[in-house]
């Protein structure tokens, strides 16, 4: 698709002067009740629709909100989506796409500094779980990432460590210990997601993970979890007690 301007896209859906008075109105009556109500309240289509209004001026964003959940299945997953395949979307542009990845990084970070404040990492393991759907569930290719813990297991550092196919990534355990101990960190969470979706470990994520445990121990690091990450909800290696 060639990229154009959000001005063309827009200029292909032209209305009539009062058709634009209602949408103007429309639009303002979407703010206000979020004012009221609040976002837990809203749907999801009202929800992101409320946010398109932001990145696509002068458009019917309640139409483009539900075509985007339509395509993409979820409110996750739109934000989620690639910028290749979010501008196939008939009324998205360049500029449009852009903004929608910016909310996407900003959401993002907001979700990392919630696991980074000062109290213990094991403390937030809710906001661990959110933070690592939001970020993995709808990658269409695996992701292997480490959570660097220090000695009160407060978050040192969150670092991709390695990306791979559709149905695996290349983990080697003596660079993950290598890092770690670049870090100055005394534990680690291993995160990876699953994009079929199924988090059911594999018998090679847990040699991976048990040869990853084996090497840290005698250094003193702790090798607390495995967080298999997918759209139909995460695994535990720790809690199927398979480390």
């Not at 290598?178 to 847990?206: C, F, M, Q, W, Y």
Request: hydrophobic share 40%; net charge neutral; with cysteine.
């Amino acid at each position: 698709m060639t990229d154009r301007p959000d001005e063309l896209a827009e200029a292909a859906y032209p209305s009539p002067v009062p058709a634009a008075n209602d949408h103007a109105g429309h639009r303002q009556r979407v703010r206000e009740r979020f004012l009221k109500v609040g976002g837990d309240a809203l749907e999801d289509y009202e929800l992101l629709e409320l946010i398109l209004q932001l990145v696509v001026p002068r458009r019917d964003t309640k139409a483009l909100a539900k075509t985007l959940l339509r395509e993409f299945g979820s409110f996750s997953g739109v934000f989620n989506a690639s910028q290749a395949r979010l501008e196939k979307i008939d009324g998205l542009g360049t500029t449009s796409v852009a903004h929608i990845k910016v909310i996407q990084a900003v959401a993002a970070r907001f979700g990392r500094d919630r696991i980074a404040a000062e109290k213990p990492i094991l403390s937030s393991w809710t906001q661990l779980i959110e933070y690592c759907n939001s970020q993995m569930a709808y990658q269409s290719i695996e992701q292997f990432r480490i959570l660097f813990l220090d000695k009160k297991n407060r978050l040192i550092a969150d670092e991709v460590q390695q990306t791979g196919t559709v149905d695996h990534t290349p983990v080697y355990p003596r660079e993950v210990i290598k890092r770690a101990l670049e870090l100055s960190a005394t534990a680690l969470i291993l995160l990876h997601n699953h994009p079929s979706g199924d988090p059911t470990p594999s018998s090679a994520d847990v040699r991976m993970t048990k040869e990853i445990g084996d090497i840290a121990k005698p250094l003193g690091i702790t090798l607390h979890d495995h967080l298999i990450i997918g759209k139909s909800g995460h695994a535990s290696l720790r809690g199927l007690k398979l480390i």
